[in-house]
């Protein structure tokens, strides 16, 4: 597994504040513990299970937390971590498989059971304090597991069981070794999150020093030390270029490098043509409110000419994600020398891209581009500020930056933009009619109070035309399509149950206000089958 750790040449950004490490045994919850940890402002890396010991140690974490797996630990091949962990003398909270791992090393016994365990159980708790301070001794936990720790290891004793396994929990308090059975990461179990408070800031005392502004300060300080080494290495003045696409990671990207270097950094947005009504203008506005170099290139027309008669959505995704490229490109050389580039990437994208061996197996759905997504052989340093983030994080960091709520509060939008929204053909006039009906969706959802509360609400554009009548006459006009889902992170969604009211409400402004438009749909699939986006 690749080393996820400071692969861009940046200093995590905990560096100034209490840590907790998260060690990734394969867990589909890995990244939910690590989330959890921060959730407490107590910054956490998730590394992989095999990090040596001295690169644990060398980031002074005030904790370790093994997460759960899928393997067995007694299986031959199963992974281990590096054994000089167990002597560390540092707090280890293990879950499920971590547990069975820290009681198999230290002369416990981890065993097959016959009652296996998945889904919701309720464990007692033994001892009401440690990690159940505070915690009512009957609760409600999710379980996963085949496993069960059949022997206990010296020193350790139980803190709570369930009906099926007298060791839902145990401990070695002297060591300040923990281990659980069930996963207080998922919402399932209801006090999960004071369980791992209690372990993070009470047993591992922990403090909750991981706030917005200790992150931009620290980020700060760490860009403007790499900017001017480089300056100073080079004989160069350390120049800063950023994509700014209009999302928000690029743009609490570049407000922070800004806040670093000044007018260093410039800014630069390709209007492709595709984007959502005032997208643009907002950005230059916040941006030039903010006194940051920005330029804007208007870049519509020779888009629309290379999408000319395309109706394959993948080889939209690859013109508007190559000719993006190009006009970027051509903008930075008008520029003359630039030393670094930088981007919005967040760290699941590090994840992800670090742990890929799954996903090179799946099958590719869709090519995504991320208008900012560079390729690799551009001839700068990269400077990746949010690469430790979630999104959460990002959007908290955005607002104690001051950007405002309308550009930290966006939901996502894919980087082809609305072309990927307009089935068919994309032309100027095509443009126009969903721009209209996409930004009457969004002032109508934001109305209702559902705007973040949506993960994303828009509207398609469909080839259909259908026939309507209005006032006297027959029509014969374009068919649009509104959707809206809920989700967590993408990965699945369900259709929005919004009020009929509201859809009604959308509708009517619809084909009243935007020329063209007779008929409004409403799409109510989830992902999967089918995706978020139609293209
Ligand atoms: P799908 O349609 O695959 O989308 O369910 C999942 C999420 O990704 C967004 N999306 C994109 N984002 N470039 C992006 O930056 C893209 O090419 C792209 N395609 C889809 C989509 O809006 C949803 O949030």
Not at 119 to 143: D, K, N, R, Y
Not at 409 to 416: A, T, V
Not at 473 to 481: I, L, M
């Amino acid at each position: 597994m690749a080393n996820l750790a400071n692969t861009g040449g940046e200093v995590p950004a905990g560096a100034n504040a209490d840590s907790v490490v998260v060690l990734d045994f394969g867990s589909q919850y890995s990244q939910l513990i690590a989330r959890r940890v921060r959730e407490l402002h107590v910054y956490s890396e998730l590394l992989p299970f095999d990090t040596p010991w001295a690169d644990i140690a060398a980031r002074h974490p005030q904790a370790v937390i093994l997460s759960g797996g899928p393997n067995s630990v007694y299986e031959a091949g199963s992974p281990h971590p590096d054994p000089a962990l167990w002597t560390g003398g540092i707090p280890i909270l293990g879950i499920c498989y971590g547990m069975h791992l820290m009681a198999e090393a230290l002369g416990g016994q981890v065993q097959s059971f016959a009652r296996k365990e998945y889904g919701p159980a309720v464990v007692s708790v033994i001892e009401e304090e440690g990690l159940f301070a505070g915690i009512e001794p009957e609760q409600p936990v999710w379980m996963s597991h085949g496993d069960s720790i059949a022997r206990l290891p010296d020193g350790f004793r139980p803190t709570a069981r369930t009906d099926s396994t007298p060791y839902a929990a145990v401990a070695d308090p002297g060591r300040r070794l923990h281990g659980i059975q069930f996963h207080p990461e998922v919402a399932h179990t209801k006090r999960g999150r004071e369980i791992l408070r209690n372990f993070v800031l009470g047993i591992a005392g922990a403090r909750p020093n991981w706030t917005p502004a200790n992150f931009i300060a620290s980020s700060v300080d760490e860009i403007r030390r790499r900017v001017d080494e480089h300056s100073r290495a080079t004989g160069t003045d350390g120049r800063v270029l950023c994509a700014l696409s209009g999302g928000v990671d690029s743009a609490v990207a570049a407000t922070l490098v800004h806040r670093a270097v000044g007018d260093n950094l410039t800014c630069v947005h390709v209007d492709h043509g595709m984007m959502r009504k005032n997208e643009t203008e907002l950005l230059q506005t916040a941006f030039e409110q903010l006194g940051v170099r920005f330029t804007v290139v208007k870049a519509r027309d020779r888009f629309l000419r290379k999408l000319e008669g395309i109706i394959d959505p993948e080889q939209k995704r690859r013109i508007i994600g190559a000719e993006f490229i190009r006009v970027f490109e051509e903008e930075a050389a008008k520029l003359g020398r630039i030393d670094f580039l930088t981007q919005g990437t967040l760290y699941p994208d590090v994840i992800e891209s670090a742990t890929s061996a799954k996903e090179k197996s799946a099958a590719k759905i869709k090519t995504h581009h991320n208008v900012g997504g560079l390729p690799d052989d551009l001839a700068f340093e990269l400077i990746e500020p949010l690469r430790y983030l979630f999104k959460d994080e990002v959007r908290a960091v955005g607002t104690e930056l001051g950007l405002p709520d309308s550009m930290v509060q966006r939901q996502p939008f894919p980087g082809p933009g609305l072309a990927i929204r307009i089935i068919g053909e994309v032309t100027a006039e095509r443009l126009d009619t969903l721009r209209e009906a996409d930004w009457i969706v969004i002032d109508e959802i934001k109305a209702a109070g559902l705007y973040r509360s949506v993960w994303q609400s828009f509207a398609i554009l469909t080839p259909l035309l259908s026939v309507g009548v209005m006032g006297d006459g027959r029509t014969y006009a374009n068919v649009v399509a509104i959707r809206a889902v809920t989700s967590e992170d993408a990965m699945t969604a369900d259709w929005a149950k919004l009020p009929y009211e509201l859809l009604g409400k959308i509708s009517s402004r619809i084909v009243n206000e935007v020329p063209g438009v007779n008929r409004v749909v409403y799409d109510i699939s989830s992902k999967p089958p089918a995706t978020i986006e139609w293209e």
